[in-house]
């Protein structure tokens, strides 16, 4: 999968991008991911990509063309890899983010994630754009970690990301439940004990509690996942 990340500021993704599971992705080739910097784009002296808002109010709005221009240029450069690109726009007002979406973009190709920042991007940005992505009901100051969360959470989806392909069987929201709870020794720490099930070395018993822990917690902290 390739992954183009547009920002006005490509030194925020470097510890993210370059550290853990993603960085063995990408080593692995499993993910290539480049990140661009808007200002290139930018035909000011200055490299502006924002302006004052038309109809006035506070901030700064970014500007339609260099993201067009970025857009453009990755699209020519990837035009020969023939891939099915899809772009992404990060923002509040996008659909909130959450485990289908993140394995609908591990099956693309080709994802180009935009980030905004100011009051916001020029409307006709929009044009450029599949889907409008939220990370949830808050606002941050800009698109770039909520990219690092999508570009995190798509690539431990892709085959051959994660060291064991299991630990993503059982794990939270892949069947729609929050996951069980782990334990790890010592079997007593600070008088409090293991669940006797958990020694007991029976597979199917283990099995069932944990489905039923499962539920208990999903039930008990997120009662909405429950159809
Ligand atoms: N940009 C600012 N806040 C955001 C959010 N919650 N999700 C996605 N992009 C954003």
């Not at 996951?179 to 020794?185: F, G, K, S, V």
Request: with cysteine.
């Amino acid at each position: 999968m390739r992954i183009d990340v547009i920002t006005i500021f490509p030194g925020m993704f470097d510890a993210v991008l370059g550290e853990s599971i993603i960085k063995l992705a990408r080593q692995k080739r499993v993910v290539d991911i480049n990140i661009i910097d808007l200002r290139l784009f930018s035909k000011d002296r200055h490299r502006k990509v924002d302006d004052k808002p038309f109809g006035g109010g506070p901030g700064m709005v970014m500007s339609a063309e260099p993201f067009f221009e970025a857009v453009n240029y990755i699209r020519r450069r990837t035009k020969d890899m023939r891939l099915k690109t899809r772009v992404m726009l990060l923002t509040p007002r996008g659909s909130t983010f959450n485990h289908d979406m993140a394995a609908k973009f591990a099956a693309y190709e080709h994802i180009v994630l935009l980030c905004g920042h100011y009051e916001g991007i020029d409307e006709r940005v929009r044009g450029l754009v599949d889907e409008e992505v939220s990370i949830g009901d808050f606002v941050l100051t800009g698109g770039e970690l909520p990219a690092m969360a999508v570009i995190d959470a798509v690539i431990r989806l892709l085959p051959g990301a994660l060291g064991n392909e299991d630990s993503r069987k059982d794990e939270s929201f892949s069947h729609g439940t929050l996951e069980y709870p782990h334990y790890t020794r010592p079997a007593e720490y600070m008088g409090k004990k293991v669940p006797e099930v958990l020694l007991s070395g029976d597979h199917e018993k283990i099995k069932k509690w944990r489905k039923k822990e499962s539920s208990k917690v999903t039930k008990k902290r997120r009662p909405d996942l429950i159809k």
